[in-house]
């Protein structure tokens, strides 16, 4: 007979050790970032500087790591950016961050997914087969991309959303087991890339490593500035590390090592796939959706590109994957408090995971995914993350202030003075500075791309924030204080 496993404060089973963590944290970091952003960001934004862009967003998400590590040290519940801002700030300023929270997570989702449509049409294109036009295009694809006519629905990338989701539902236990495997294939597969590539890599197409900014933000310092913001996105992993405290067993320990050792090796493998994707073919040649598989092919190696093109596919599946999960449990945490329908939070009692919880997040970004195309969401998700990773930084400043007493099992490095009833550490004050920077540079850019037609993006992050306004106000109304009472704040 099997002994279960401890519960953890949201009644979820305590399966995870430290490895896990850091399995689950690399699962989702290391996916979009390396094998679709790299191309799109060196194209159109960055050159060569793309691995400068790569260090400055880990440097970047290391402040917003520490505060993470801090706070989820001393709340090991579900919840995570959502659970430290109400308790920090009230229910009213929490119900805003969950609203950025659910936008990252729905978006980051589907463009990770249509990412792994784009590299499976890429492999099948390989052995001569092909998905059919009308399921695999966004219903929202600008003419010009779409190679097609008729109406269009992105299937394939909605179906990878709801099978990784459905392998969620078996539990924690085996959503550990099989994002172990599809990471150790992953990294493996990179290895490769790296062993083969640094052979072949031609150093004058580095130069010039920045190139001159021509307009805007395309290329120049404002270039890198603006590929920092994109690629940034990729680091929401951290936020999913902290949403599995309550199914760590000693979560005060693991979770902070998790988050750091993510950082580390997610950082390390970011910027040297850059370095060689760009020393193998000119940087204006990568805006393509397989850009690791396009290098190899570009220096005789058709078949490693297939082997590459199978990595990227587990690779982009493990982010997937812990995607859905850190989404599932943050609404899980709203739906305890009263925000969300009650049947989000409700647990199977074989699996002890919220399965309905599971598979309705991932029907809202398998839709996404469906509907809106890759360039659209990537832009809007930043902007999510930062919100998410502001909120974490606020949250560390308020709560030394308002809350000495929590035994904080890791504390943010480095003192600082009381300001405005904010403990201004330099590094959740950094933090807080970097994430104000990276909203300003991709709204800047919004803005920029609205003035030349291209309006769609900003408008559906402007009519996001005053839905998720408008919402948070009527919640408000009638549910007064209960959020607060009902929220699990206590570590």
Same mark, same amino acid.
Not at 3 to 21: F, K, N, S, W
Not at 147 to 155: K, R
Not at 236 to 258: H, I, K, Q, Y
């Given at each position: 007979?099997?002994?279960?496993?401890?519960?953890?404060?949201?009644?979820?089973?305590?399966?995870?050790?430290?490895?896990?963590?850091?399995?689950?944290?690399?699962?989702?970091?290391?996916?979009?970032?390396?094998?679709?952003?790299?191309?799109?960001?060196?194209?159109?934004?960055?050159?060569?500087?793309?691995?400068?862009?790569?260090?400055?967003?880990?440097?970047?998400?290391?402040?917003?790591?520490?505060?993470?590590?801090?706070?989820?040290?001393?709340?090991?519940?579900?919840?995570?950016?959502?659970?430290?801002?109400?308790?920090?700030?009230?229910?009213?300023?929490?119900?805003?961050?969950?609203?950025?929270?659910?936008?990252?997570?729905?978006?980051?989702?589907?463009?990770?997914?249509?990412?792994?449509?784009?590299?499976?049409?890429?492999?099948?294109?390989?052995?001569?087969?092909?998905?059919?036009?009308?399921?695999?295009?966004?219903?929202?694809?600008?003419?010009?991309?779409?190679?097609?006519?008729?109406?269009?629905?992105?299937?394939?990338?909605?179906?990878?959303?709801? +099978?990784l989701a459905f392998a969620l539902t078996r539990g924690i236990a085996a959503t550990a087991r099989v994002n172990t495997l599809l990471v150790t294939v992953k990294i493996g597969v990179l290895?490769i890339f790296l062993g083969i590539g640094a052979l072949h890599v031609n150093p004058a197409l580095w130069h010039p490593f920045l190139p001159p900014t021509e307009s805007g933000f395309r290329?120049?310092?404002?270039?890198v500035l603006r590929a920092t913001s994109i690629v940034i996105f990729a680091y929401l992993g951290f936020d999913a590390v902290a949403n599995a405290a309550a199914e760590t067993r000693r979560?005060?320990?693991?979770?902070?090592?998790?988050?750091?050792?993510?950082?580390?090796?997610?950082?390390?493998?970011?910027?040297?796939?850059?370095?060689?994707?760009?020393?193998?073919?000119?940087?204006?040649?990568?805006?393509?959706?397989?850009?690791?598989?396009?290098?190899?092919?570009?220096?005789?190696?058709?078949?490693?590109?297939?082997?590459?093109?199978?990595?990227?596919?587990?690779?982009?599946?493990?982010?997937?994957?812990?995607?859905?999960?850190?989404?599932?449990?943050?609404?899980?945490?709203?739906?305890?408090?009263?925000?969300?329908?009650?049947?989000?939070?409700?647990?199977?009692?074989?699996?002890?995971?919220?399965?309905?919880?599971?598979?309705?997040?991932?029907?809202?970004?398998?839709?996404?995914?469906?509907?809106?195309?890759?360039?659209?969401?990537?832009?809007?998700?930043?902007?999510?993350?930062?919100?998410?990773?502001?909120?974490?930084?606020?949250?560390?400043?308020?709560?030394?202030?308002?809350?000495?007493?929590?035994?904080?099992?890791?504390?943010?490095?480095?003192?600082?003075?009381?300001?405005?009833?904010?403990?201004?550490?330099?590094?959740?004050?950094?933090?807080?500075?970097?994430?104000?920077?990276?909203?300003?540079?991709?709204?800047?850019?919004?803005?920029?791309?609205?003035?030349?037609?291209?309006?769609?993006?900003?408008?559906?992050?402007? +009519?996001?924030?005053?839905?998720?306004?408008?919402?948070?106000?009527?919640?408000?109304?009638?549910?007064?204080?209960?959020?607060?009472?009902?929220?699990?704040?206590?570590?």
């Amino acid at each position: 007979m099997t002994v279960p496993a401890e519960t953890g404060p949201a009644g979820l089973r305590r399966h995870l050790g430290t490895v896990d963590l850091l399995l689950l944290g690399v699962g989702c970091v290391v996916g979009a970032g390396i094998y679709i952003l790299p191309g799109v960001a060196a194209a159109e934004y960055a050159g060569p500087a793309i691995s400068v862009s790569f260090l400055l967003a880990g440097l970047c998400c290391s402040l917003t790591g520490f505060c993470y590590a801090e706070l989820s040290s001393a709340m090991p519940d579900v919840g995570a950016a959502y659970l430290y801002t109400n308790r920090a700030f009230g229910a009213r300023a929490a119900l805003g961050v969950a609203w950025m929270l659910m936008l990252e997570y729905w978006l980051a989702g589907a463009t990770v997914a249509t990412g792994f449509a784009a590299y499976l049409e890429s492999l099948l294109g390989n052995v001569g087969l092909s998905v059919p036009w009308a399921l695999r295009t966004a219903t929202l694809s600008p003419p010009s991309e779409a190679g097609g006519t008729g109406v269009s629905l992105n299937t394939v990338a909605l179906l990878a959303i709801l +099978l990784l989701a459905f392998a969620l539902t078996r539990g924690i236990a085996a959503t550990a087991r099989v994002n172990t495997l599809l990471v150790t294939v992953k990294i493996g597969v990179l290895l490769i890339f790296l062993g083969i590539g640094a052979l072949h890599v031609n150093p004058a197409l580095w130069h010039p490593f920045l190139p001159p900014t021509e307009s805007g933000f395309r290329y120049g310092p404002g270039g890198v500035l603006r590929a920092t913001s994109i690629v940034i996105f990729a680091y929401l992993g951290f936020d999913a590390v902290a949403n599995a405290a309550a199914e760590t067993r000693r979560p005060r320990r693991s979770v902070p090592v998790g988050l750091i050792g993510t950082l580390l090796v997610s950082t390390l493998l970011y910027v040297a796939v850059s370095l060689v994707i760009t020393g193998l073919v000119p940087f204006r040649a990568l805006d393509v959706p397989d850009p690791v598989a396009r290098a190899m092919a570009a220096i005789g190696y058709p078949q490693v590109a297939i082997i590459l093109k199978i990595g990227a596919l587990t690779g982009l599946a493990s982010v997937i994957l812990v995607n859905a999960y850190g989404h599932s449990r943050i609404c899980m945490s709203m739906a305890k408090a009263g925000i969300l329908p009650g049947w989000m939070a409700r647990l199977d009692r074989r699996t002890g995971v919220p399965r309905l919880g599971i598979m309705a997040t991932a029907l809202a970004a398998g839709l996404a995914a469906a509907l809106f195309p890759i360039g659209m969401l990537a832009d809007v998700v930043s902007v999510g993350t930062m919100c998410a990773f502001a909120s974490v930084a606020l949250s560390t400043m308020r709560l030394r202030v308002t809350a000495p007493e929590m035994t904080r099992h890791f504390r943010v490095p480095l003192d600082g003075p009381v300001r405005f009833g904010l403990w201004c550490g330099p590094i959740p004050v950094a933090a807080l500075v970097v994430c104000v920077v990276m909203i300003a540079t991709v709204v800047s850019d919004l803005i920029l791309q609205a003035r030349h037609g291209h309006a769609v993006a900003l408008t559906f992050l402007v +009519l996001y924030v005053l839905a998720g306004v408008g919402l948070t106000e009527a919640l408000m109304r009638r549910t007064g204080q209960a959020c607060d009472r009902r929220m699990p704040d206590r570590p």
